[in-house]
């Protein structure tokens, strides 16, 4: 799996990913990346039992290509179980108790740009 963004030059370009919670209680998200290339929204929050979120992730807009195209970023997207909808709880927090108790599951995700010649 990895996330494609279409580049071209000094265009935003984005990609929606879907946050599936099969599990039956609620599930807290926290999505890491590089702010100085992409915005993601939302990049934390809550996910109700056996439901789905949408995550819209953009690429910035860049003056030039990165030689051969190559880009080394990555997403990374954090998730634990949680009691409830947490609301306007500092994620940040949560999820750095969660990390050094062991109960925060990672998924890495690379990025990957094409043109719309490959």
């Known amino acids: 799996m990895e996330v494609r963004f279409l580049f071209e030059l000094r ?8 946050l599936t919670n099969k599990t039956g209680g609620f ?3 926290n999505i890491l990346i590089n702010e100085n290339n992409y915005i993601v929204r939302p990049s934390q929050g809550t ?3 056996c439901s789905r979120r949408y995550v ?11 030689p051969y195209m190559r ?3 990555m997403l990374l997207v954090q998730s634990t179980g949680v009691s409830q909808d947490l609301g306007d709880m ?5 999820f ?3 990390m050094g108790n062991e109960v925060v599951d ?10 719309l010649d490959q």
Do not use: H
């Open 11 to 18: 265009k935003e370009a984005s990609c929606c990913l879907q």
């Open 27 to 29: 599930i807290a998200f």
């Open 47 to 49: 996910i109700p039992p």
């Open 56 to 66: 819209v992730v953009m690429l910035r807009a860049k003056e030039a290509a990165p």
């Open 71 to 73: 880009c080394d970023d």
């Open 90 to 94: 500092n994620y940040r927090e949560l």
């Open 96 to 98: 750095k108790t969660a």
């Open 106 to 115: 990672v998924v890495k995700l690379p990025i990957a740009y094409v043109t």
